[in-house]
T-cell receptor, first 112, second 115 residues
Framework: TQLLEQSPQFLSIQEGENLTVYCNSSSVFSSLQWYRQEPGEGPVLLVTVVTGGEVKKLKRLTFQFGDARKDSSLHITAAQTGDTGLYLCAGVLTDSWGKLQFGAGTQVVVTP | ETGVTQTPRHLVMGMTNKKSLKCEQHLGHNAMYWYKQSAKKPLELMFVYSLEERVENNSVPSRFSPECPNSSHLFLHLHTLQPEDSALYLC??????????????FGPGTRLLVL
């Protein structure tokens, strides 16, 4: 059983469409991060959310941290082919020293 | 370019070989990490070094041996690996300030195949 469950595992959409990726857990996190990983590269941090109910926007990407700090979502508006990649969520448990717990990721493919 | 480099980028080795993975960070960080990434599985934290001392060892088999000679360099020595050890090995670094939440910067990884 994974601490952070991401859904869906795979998502294929066309340019211009919207998509939402989910990250869920039964545990409470002091913070949660979203990364994007492209083929042949390591994960790159997109955003960190720390407050329950927090919403952050990064251009066409909107990140939300659940009120109870157990879940998060990533919404992409008008997807572009450059959004293709593996999206990973990672959280820091409230009783840990800062160790990141990762989800397995959602592979997003945006086609022209 | 994240400021964290890893070599080699690809490695094929037999089960009886000995090899080493190298990671170097140019960010002035004082903590470094080794992760294992297998297909469709979460990143697994293997080792953490903070101020050149190992602070985390997640029940990793002894065929993996880390070494951190200074705050900029991290090695992972490999010996008598198994085919199931084939994966992407990622190095990361961060600045540890005692406040817990610091961004980790990842290298591009070494793709390892054990035959």
């Amino acid at each position: 059983t994974q601490l952070l469950e991401q859904s869906p595992q795979f998502l294929s959409i066309q340019e211009g469409e919207n998509l939402t990726v989910y990250c869920n857990s039964s545990s409470v996190f002091s913070s949660l991060q979203w990364y994007r990983q492209e083929p042949g590269e390591g994960p790159v941090l997109l955003v960190t959310v720390v407050t329950g109910g927090e919403v952050k926007k990064l251009k066409r990407l909107t990140f939300q941290f659940g009120d109870a700090r157990k879940d998060s979502s990533l919404h992409i508006t008008a997807a572009q082919t450059g959004d293709t990649g593996l999206y990973l969520c990672a959280g820091v448990l409230t009783d840990s020293w800062g160790k990141l717990q990762f989800g397995a990721g959602t592979q997003v493919v945006v086609t022209p | 370019e994240t400021g964290v480099t890893q070599t080699p980028r690809h490695l094929v080795m037999g089960m009886t070989n000995k090899k080493s993975l190298k990671c170097e960070q140019h960010l002035g960080h004082n903590a470094m990490y080794w992760y294992k990434q297998s297909a469709k599985k979460p990143l697994e934290l293997m080792f953490v070094y903070s101020l050149e001392e190992r602070v985390e060892n997640n029940s990793v088999p002894s065929r993996f041996s880390p070494e951190c000679p200074n705050s900029s360099h991290l090695f992972l020595h490999l010996h008598t690996l198994q085919p199931e050890d084939s994966a992407l090995y990622l190095c990361a670094s961060s600045r540890e300030t005692g406040r817990g939440i610091e961004t980790q910067y990842f290298g591009p990884g070494t793709r390892l195949l054990v035959l």
